[in-house]
């Protein structure tokens, strides 16, 4: 930012100056300067980029968004990690624990297993899951 209104700067002397050796020095500036801002532009692409990319190279959609959060974790987490909370939560909320409770828990059970299923088969065919 200081490159900037220090080129603004030069910019308003050399208006009030009108001289060759001026024009120079802005244009040998200007040169700089936008080697500077194209660094800057190339380095946020980069950071972008990063951010896009998760583990196998796979860009993350709605649908992998939402297997992630159902299962409770990252999207960078590695493959024995989400087996691991796939179990726990399976664990959790299998049927056949439900089976002495009333049928509305067992139905919700029911609901919430074959959404942990889908969500890890989702992972599992994107890769994730090996």
């Known amino acids: 930012m200081w490159q900037i209104i220090n080129r603004i700067s030069k910019l308003v002397q050399s208006n009030s100056i009108r001289s060759n050796d ?3 020095v802005l244009n040998q500036e ?3 300067l936008k080697r500077i801002i194209d660094e800057l532009n190339n ?3 980069s950071s972008e980029k990063k951010s896009e990319n ?6 993350i959609n709605d649908d992998l968004k939402k297997a992630f959060t159902e299962l ?3 999207p960078n987490a ?4 989400i087996k691991s909370a796939y179990r726990a939560k399976m664990k959790e909320f299998h049927p056949d624990r439900f089976v002495k409770l009333s049928q509305d828990l067992q ?3 029911r609901k919430k297993s074959q959404e ?6 989702t992972l599992e065919k994107a890769g994730y899951v090996k």
Do not use: R
């Open 22 to 24: 001026a024009y120079q």
């Open 30 to 32: 200007d040169e700089e």
């Open 43 to 45: 380095k946020k692409e």
């Open 54 to 59: 998760i583990p196998n190279n796979h860009k």
């Open 72 to 74: 409770g974790v990252s």
């Open 78 to 81: 590695d493959s024995a990690t």
């Open 107 to 109: 139905e919700k059970s």
């Open 116 to 121: 942990l299923n889908s969500a890890y088969e």
